[in-house]
């Protein structure tokens, strides 16, 4: 890399497995909370611990496969904008 190339934060690999490791910590405090903190929940289903984690990741995860199936649909060729 050139000494004149700016160097931005997450170009060190150290910041960025810190940065995972502050994501760790704060899904664990989050997750030791749900046993905590007492929630005014309007379903039963979200009385349960760790609810609303298992609920992202399960929403997430149907986003993605979602996406994939999409893609099938809206893909173009990759000469579509370059035919005249």
Not at 17 to 46: M, T, W
Not at 66 to 71: D, F, S, T
């Amino acid at each position: 890399m050139n000494s004149k190339e700016k160097r931005y934060i997450f170009d060190n690999p150290r910041n960025v497995k810190v940065l995972i490791y502050a994501l760790y910590v704060v899904c664990a405090v989050l997750v030791g909370l749900d046993f905590v903190i007492h929630r005014h929940s309007e379903y039963a289903l979200e009385a349960w611990y760790g609810f609303y984690g298992i609920y992202g990741f399960v929403a997430c995860v149907f986003l993605v496969l979602a996406a994939k199936e999409m893609r099938k649909i809206v893909r173009r060729r990759e000469t579509y904008y370059d035919d005249k």
